[in-house]
């Protein structure tokens, strides 16, 4: 057994046993455990074996559902086309060292902020709302798309590129003839995947930032109305928008293998 192989076990085995000994010795605040248990799988059972509407219609959750996907989609394409153009001198076949470093370096610190973080930061300056749920998500949005589309533009052949600039193309002749040709199927499904992020982020906001949406009838219902059921309905109308999102990303993914 290597060392690597053996690192690996101490450390899921440290991991174990420190989960367990967090088990038992957590501060349950005076709950018992095995009743509140119960009481957890009778709010499940509700949740999603009981939904239904009761305090909103399905026209306004409709709605609402809308105003999540706009925010989503929104956020997505402004960030989308920020990063593209800043990936263009993050990859470093197309730029020089220096600055590819120095736009990694700052991609990587915002990042490393969780996006709830970077809209109240911003909730600071443009007040709760949708405005901050807007930059924060555009902010951290760019921060991912930057590093994805950089590595994507990194791993096409280098001998193209410098075909193109013995024939004398210049620099955005080779950006628009060859880069983004041959990375355009993944392009899309790096923003299709960070918009799924982003609509997944935007339920979030609607209740942590007041942003509206889908995301701000669900913490009325959970922490206002305390009715699980409508909990329960609104989260199967959720899951249901997020696989039409999925089946509609594959199908042009396979248009666009198909095309090229």
Same mark, same amino acid.
């Given at each position: 057994?290597?060392?690597?192989? !053996?690192?690996?076990?101490?450390?899921?085995? =440290?991991?174990?046993?420190?989960?367990?000994?967090?088990?038992?010795?957590?501060?349950?605040?005076?709950?018992?455990?095995?009743? @509140?248990?119960?009481?957890?799988?009778?709010? @499940?059972?509700?949740i999603?074996?009981?939904?239904?509407?009761?305090?909103?219609?399905?026209?306004?959750?409709?709605?609402?559902?809308? =105003? &999540?996907?706009?925010?989503?989609? $929104?956020? &997505?394409?402004?960030?989308a086309?920020i990063?593209?153009?800043? @990936?263009?001198?993050?990859?470093?076949? $197309?730029?020089?060292?220096?600055?590819?470093?120095?736009?990694?370096?700052?991609?990587?610190?915002?990042?490393?902020?969780? &996006?709830?973080?970077?809209?109240?930061? %911003?909730?600071?300056?443009?007040?709760?709302?949708?405005?901050?749920?807007? !930059?924060?998500?555009?902010?951290?949005?760019?921060?991912?798309?930057?590093?994805?589309?950089? +590595?994507?533009? +990194?791993?096409?052949?280098?001998?193209?590129? +410098?075909?193109?600039?013995?024939?004398?193309?210049?620099?955005?002749?080779?950006?628009?003839?060859?880069?983004?040709?041959?990375?355009?199927?993944?392009?899309?499904?790096? &923003?299709?995947?960070? %918009?799924?992020?982003?609509?997944?982020?935007?339920? *979030?906001?609607?209740? *942590?930032?007041g942003?509206?949406?889908?995301?701000?009838?669900?913490?009325?219902?959970?922490?206002?109305?305390?009715? $699980?059921?409508?909990?329960?309905? $609104?989260?199967?109308?959720?899951?249901?928008?997020?696989?039409?999102?999925?089946?509609?990303?594959?199908?042009?993914?396979?248009?666009?293998?198909?095309q090229?």
């Open positions: 057994m290597d060392r690597s192989a !053996i690192t690996i076990r101490v450390t899921l085995i =440290v991991c174990t046993l420190l989960s367990i000994y967090g088990f038992f010795t957590f501060d349950y605040k005076g709950i018992d455990f095995f009743p @509140a248990l119960g009481e957890t799988l009778v709010n @499940a059972k509700k999603f074996f009981q939904p239904l509407l009761s305090h909103v219609t399905f026209q306004g959750v409709m709605y609402q559902m809308f =105003v &999540t996907l706009g925010l989503g989609f $929104l956020t &997505t394409v402004i960030g086309v990063s593209l153009f800043l @990936a263009f001198f993050t990859a470093r076949n $197309l730029s020089n060292s220096g600055v590819s470093n120095a736009i990694r370096g700052v991609t990587a610190f915002i990042r490393a902020v969780p &996006t709830v973080l970077w809209v109240l930061i %911003f909730a600071v300056a443009a007040g709760l709302g949708s405005v901050a749920a807007v !930059i924060g998500m555009t902010f951290h949005t760019v921060g991912y798309l930057i590093k994805a589309y950089s +590595e994507s533009f +990194e791993e096409m052949d280098s001998g193209i590129i +410098e075909a193109l600039k013995a024939s004398g193309a210049s620099w955005w002749q080779i950006i628009f003839q060859a880069v983004i040709p041959s990375s355009i199927s993944y392009l899309i499904s790096w &923003t299709f995947l960070r %918009f799924e992020i982003n609509f997944g982020v935007a339920i *979030a906001m609607g209740a *942590a930032a942003a509206g949406g889908i995301g701000f009838d669900m913490f009325y219902a959970a922490n206002f109305y305390y009715d $699980l059921r409508e909990v329960g309905a $609104l989260t199967y109308y959720i899951l249901i928008f997020a696989v039409i999102l999925e089946i509609f990303a594959v199908r042009l993914k396979k248009n666009l293998r198909i090229s």
